[in-house]
């Protein structure tokens, strides 16, 4: 019998046939010379060496390789060339004393190159000449002057390091611009009132943060905390309005004052003690900020109830940290804003976490929260941008509310394949779909396997497909849709096939044709006085309902 052959990239080995054990050997001896010549950036070597494999064995591989010779003859000869092509452009970048923008070449040069020392050192040199007006522009807080030198070197090409540069520069002037139009907003009348001073001085603290060296601004912000430490008692009553991270630089008596006024604003470890002690009477809402201390001990709480928070209006990120090291739901909703960085420590929480009180969110925050796991409620945003949504969709498990387009919506609150595959995998939690309104046909018929009770009593409508693949579940607990409010006689007629119990108490306004599909369920519950008498007479002559 002739042998079976297999063609092979371009070649046909027969499957008996064994390969020269004298020629597997030189093909991997010379294969491996080739990369130590890679390894060692001498590419040239490399070609000549792979030169020496014979035409038939280029596309062979050997044991413990992956690259055949072919494969690595082509990766070298691309380097090789590219290494040609960059030392031409640094040499007539010299030669015609065409600098600006060199630098990405001379580092792409030595990452194929780096055992030249010659390139080393002009890439030291031409460091030096770009981050010397540089440092001398930050040191005087110059960041649009900072910008001006980056988008010269921004037509040839930035290097990594230039480009992270570049943005930072750019997020600095955007927070020096958004203070300049506070000013000019707060000055049209010509008087700057304490609540512009609470609007203002957050925004300066902002800006020195990104810029410490910008002299306008460190003046504003000095000028804004004299008025501030000049005034206690009246700013005490718009303490609220500054952030909790700004507390530390505003004057101690302030917060001292605000204190003896007001002893529940903040949260304390002695509050925690309390409501660790006993959490059923003992309340954390009516405080509007929590200390680290607080927040650390609360770490230590577990309960099937919700951390109620919600009357925390900022916090830090340290204290987000520790809250998010809570065993247990966690209500934020006081929050109204949150930086990338606390919603980095809090997407570290591993139950719910609910936001509700953040009405937009950026797709840097999006993409952070989208880490977390566990319930996510963002009910309350009012704008999603597409780019946000496709970040935040990959958490899997996020409530948006109603506030958004129907589209939006749907993709959070439709079950797919990969929430009910997770549903599966831990089927424990019987309200794990209520939040869902829609589900997809894959996600039906992968539930359809489950062997317990199946609660989907979100659903709000569901398709005659849809129906036919959850009529395929068997279960002593039954099928529950009570969400449904209507369905269509296709759908009763699918649904009717369902085995066990089938649960649908949402239904008030069905048809007769309806009733006469479903009187065919082999355990119907339905509220039988909320339909129209005829129906609900068929179902009670099948045995329904009673």
């Known amino acids: 019998m002739p042998d079976h052959e297999d063609s092979l990239g371009g070649e046909t080995f027969s499957g008996e046939e064994q390969q020269d054990p004298a020629e597997q050997t030189r093909l991997e001896e010379l294969l491996d010379e080739a990369l130590a010549h890679e390894q060692t950036f001498d590419y040239e070597a490399g070609l000549q060496t792979l030169a020496q494999v014979a035409p038939s064995l280029k596309q062979t591989t050997v044991s413990d390789r992956n690259d055949t010779a072919e494969e690595i003859t082509t990766r070298l000869t691309t380097k090789q060339s590219r290494l040609k092509e960059l030392e031409g452009i640094v040499r007539e970048g010299i030669t015609n004393r065409k600098i600006t923008g060199l630098l990405i070449i001379v580092e792409e040069l030595l990452a194929l190159r780096p055992d030249r020392p010659e390139v080393q050192k002009l890439k030291e040199r031409l460091d030096k000449r770009w981050r010397t007006p540089i440092n001398e522009l930050f040191a ?81 912000k000095n000028d804004l905390l004299d008025r501030i430490q000049n005034d206690i008692n009246g700013f005490v009553n718009l303490l609220p309005a500054f952030p909790w991270d700004v507390f530390t630089y505003l004057p101690p008596e302030l917060l001292t004052t605000y204190k003896e006024q007001n002893p529940n604003a903040i949260c304390t470890l002695k509050n925690v003690v309390e409501f660790l002690a006993d959490p059923d009477y003992v309340v954390l809402h009516e405080h509007k900020w929590i200390d680290l201390d607080a927040a650390e001990a609360l770490a230590q709480h577990t309960s099937e109830h919700e951390l109620d928070l919600n009357g925390l209006t900022s916090i830090s990120v340290e204290v987000a940290g520790a809250l998010a090291r809570c065993q247990t739901g966690l209500c934020l909703n006081g929050l109204t804003s949150i930086s990338v960085e606390m919603a980095e420590a809090l997407a570290k929480h591993t139950t719910g976490l609910c936001l509700f009180g953040l009405t937009s969110i950026s797709v840097e925050v999006a993409a952070t929260l989208a880490a977390h796991r566990g319930l996510l409620n963002l009910g309350g945003l009012t704008s999603l941008s597409d780019a946000a949504a496709d970040a935040l969709e990959v958490h899997g498990n996020v409530f948006v509310g109603t506030n958004l387009t129907i589209e939006t919506v749907k993709r959070f609150e439709t079950i797919n394949l990969a929430i009910a595959e997770r549903f599966l995998a831990s089927p424990h939690q019987p309200s794990f779909f209520f939040k869902y309104k829609w589900i997809d046909l894959d996600a039906a018929e992968a539930l359809a396997k489950h062997t317990a009770g199946l609660f989907l009593s979100g659903l709000t409508s569901i398709s005659v497909e849809v129906a036919e693949a959850l009529a395929k579940h068997t279960s002593d607990e039954g099928l529950e849709l009570n969400e449904l409010t209507s369905i269509s006689v296709e759908v009763a007629e699918a649904l009717a096939k369902h085995p066990d119990g089938l649960f649908l108490s949402g239904l008030t306004s069905i048809s007769v044709e309806v009733a006469e599909a479903l009187a065919k369920c082999s355990y119907l519950d339905i509220p039988l006085d909320s339909l129209p008498p005829a129906a609900a007479q068929i179902l009670r002559d099948a045995g329904h309902g009673e």
């Open 140 to 220: 005087e807080g110059n960041a649009k002057g900072v910008l001006v030198e980056l988008e010269k070197f921004k037509t040839h090409g930035l290097t990594e390091e230039q480009s992270t540069l570049y943005d930072s520069t750019k997020a600095m002037i955007a927070a020096e611009t958004e203070l300049i139009t506070l000013v000019k907003k707060a000055n049209t009348d010509g008087i700057i009132d304490r609540s512009e001073v609470a609007e203002l001085f957050p925004q300066a603290l902002q800006c020195l943060a990104l810029n410490p060296n910008n002299s306008s601004v460190l003046k504003l």
